[in-house]
């Protein structure tokens, strides 16, 4: 069985005046992979991953995301993913419902639909208590599960999280990896950056991104043997100091 | 005792921010405050740099007390908050030589102190501290806090948000320091961190779970932790989960780690369950505890 591309990524370059934010990236993500994406600040892992959610014009070189051109079909390739970061996912000032319906509502979802997650959602994570609740009123680490159960209300093909767990306690953050497993199981294909190394091992494959460049791309396993290291922590050292 | 905390108390509204905590920092010390965001440790540092009164409880800084000596105690400490608290729209040099204008010092009489972290951001030093870079903006915030060579120094959560390498040379940095005689209050949600410090209090919702070297915490671990793989990471979680003996299942990098309830635990019973559960490639071995999974641990309890 051939196994189905979701993204795939050629040569793609975005330059700012002299600057080469990110410098010819090629790489393919599977259907149902957990890909990490990981680098230092300033790397350009942010750049490439507008780019890939049609937020960011390429200067150069071609992707292709859940089926659609980066180019040309932005619009579509909104329609078919999700997206979270730690800076932004839900409005503080809106309730656990509202949030939901307000995200149902931006990604087309009927009236009956929306009720349908959001009971669902609401059963799945336990929130009966807190389902009127403002989201700006709970931890940290709740706001993030329900803004990635969020993410994948209208069943995206591909959930992007942009340092989905930054600041949760580690118990939260374990909970969360368990709802990341379960979505790559149910096929939804994982694009996730993270400063915890720990979490680089969760993925499948994982790239890492060196001044623009690409410097790595493999299973965490592979990456540790290639680099005769006993962590991806210190793999991330190496490549990124060398 | 260079920070002495007696039972501070302080709750906002019905939140307890903080819950009856008492921590002795020694002169000197490295110490961590390891706890994930809406531990208290904000709160915390605030009524140590006497920006915030507690409801309960005494303490004091440098041999200051909090309330009494407030502002003695500002003279004595620099403080690095978590969100980038200094001027924007002055540059690099501006922002360093305001600080210490306000303490009655120069850049040049305390320049040893901060020439490590000083010298990286120097060639920007024109620059507004707005445009700079995330790592640029913690070197200044760190060379403003030590610009009138204060004798404790808080530290905010430096570290959140910034990539491992990053990460590694700000710690080095705090080593060094310390080396120069400065006693060091840091947060961080980063459990790794944790072992660079000399002791750790791990916290959460206001609570003081453990105080104690990173070692030692780490040897009180209650149970024997065993690294547990298979072919498929998220069958294998359920499978674990399922399991009528399990005490905790945790992912942890590569394996999961997992304890049981039992005394006499045999890991090949385990092994015979999940082969019968369909798992593939089964590792199951034997590990060490790390302060993240105590943490776990206390915080489950």
Redesign the interface.
């Known amino acids: 069985m051939k196994e189905e591309t979701v993204i795939k990524v050629e040569g793609l370059t975005k330059v700012f005046g002299d600057f080469t934010a990110v410098n010819k990236i090629s790489f393919h993500v599977r259907k149902g992979e957990i890909f990490g994406f990981l680098g230092a600040n300033g790397a350009g892992k942010t750049t490439a991953m507008k780019m890939l959610i049609g937020i960011s014009s390429p200067s150069s070189g071609s992707a292709n995301v859940a089926g659609f051109d980066v180019y040309t079909q932005t619009e579509d390739i909104k329609k078919s993913i999700g997206y979270m970061s730690q800076k932004f996912a839900l409005y503080d000032d809106l309730t656990v419902k509202e949030n939901i319906r307000f995200f149902g509502g931006i990604y087309g979802l009927s009236k009956n639909r929306i009720s349908q997650k959001s009971n669902l959602l609401i059963e799945e994570l336990g929130l009966e208590k807190v389902a009127h609740s403002l989201v700006g009123s709970l931890p940290l680490g709740w706001k993030q599960k329900i803004a990635f159960s969020v993410s994948l209300l209208h069943d995206p093909k591909i959930v992007f999280l942009d340092e989905p767990t930054g600041g949760v306690d580690p118990i939260t953050r374990r909970q969360f990896w368990e709802m990341i497993y379960k979505a790559a199981n149910n096929g939804t294909t994982i694009f996730v950056t993270t400063h915890y190394m720990d979490e680089a091992e969760y993925c499948d494959r994982v790239s890492i991104m060196v001044d623009g460049n690409i410097e790595a791309l493999d299973t965490p396993k592979n990456l540790k043997t290639h680099f005769g290291s006993d962590s991806m922590n210190d793999v991330f050292l190496k490549l990124a100091r060398s | 005792m260079s920070i002495h905390i007696d039972h501070i108390s302080k709750s906002y509204g019905k939140v307890n921010a903080l819950d009856d905590i008492s921590i002795q920092v020694d002169p000197g010390e490295l110490f961590g405050l390891i706890?994930?965001?809406?531990?208290g440790k904000t709160t915390l540092f605030r009524i140590l740099t006497t920006l915030l009164l507690p409801d309960h409880g005494s303490a004091s800084v440098a041999g200051y007390d909090i309330i009494a000596d407030f502002k003695a105690i500002r003279k004595q400490v620099g403080y690095m908050p978590g969100r980038f608290s200094l001027y924007q729209d002055l540059t690099v040099e501006e922002n360093l030589r305001f600080f210490a204008t306000i303490f009655g010092t120069t850049i040049a009489e305390n320049y040893d102190l901060i020439r490590d972290i000083y010298v990286q951001i120097e060639p920007f030093k024109n620059r507004r501290a707005g445009k700079l870079?995330?790592?640029m903006k913690q070197k200044l915030a760190l060379s403003c806090a030590l610009i009138h060579k204060p004798k404790v120094l808080f530290l905010d959560?430096p570290t959140?948000?910034?990539?491992?390498?990053?990460?590694?040379e700000f710690w080095e940095m705090l080593k060094r320091l310390q080396a120069k005689g400065i006693t060091i209050l840091v947060s961080t949600?980063?459990?790794?961190e944790a072992a660079l410090c000399d002791r750790i209090a791990l916290i959460?919702d206001g609570r003081i779970l453990e105080i104690d070297t990173p070692k030692a915490i780490v040897e009180h671990y209650p149970k024997p932790i065993f690294d547990v793989g298979a072919h498929n990471?998220?069958?294998l979680?359920e499978k674990l989960n399922a399991y009528v003996h399990k005490h905790s299942v945790?992912?942890?990098?590569?394996y999961i780690h997992y304890t049981d309830q039992r005394d006499g635990f045999d890991p090949l019973e385990l092994r015979a369950y999940l082969k019968n559960e369909g798992l593939q490639n089964i590792h199951i071995e034997r590990t060490k505890a790390t302060i993240?999974d105590t943490?776990?641990e206390l915080?489950?309890q």
């Open positions: 706890g994930p965001d809406g531990a870079s995330g790592g959560e959140t948000g910034v990539d491992p390498v990053s990460r590694k949600p980063y459990m790794d959460q990471t998220y069958l979680i945790f992912p942890f990098g590569e993240e943490f776990m915080a489950k």
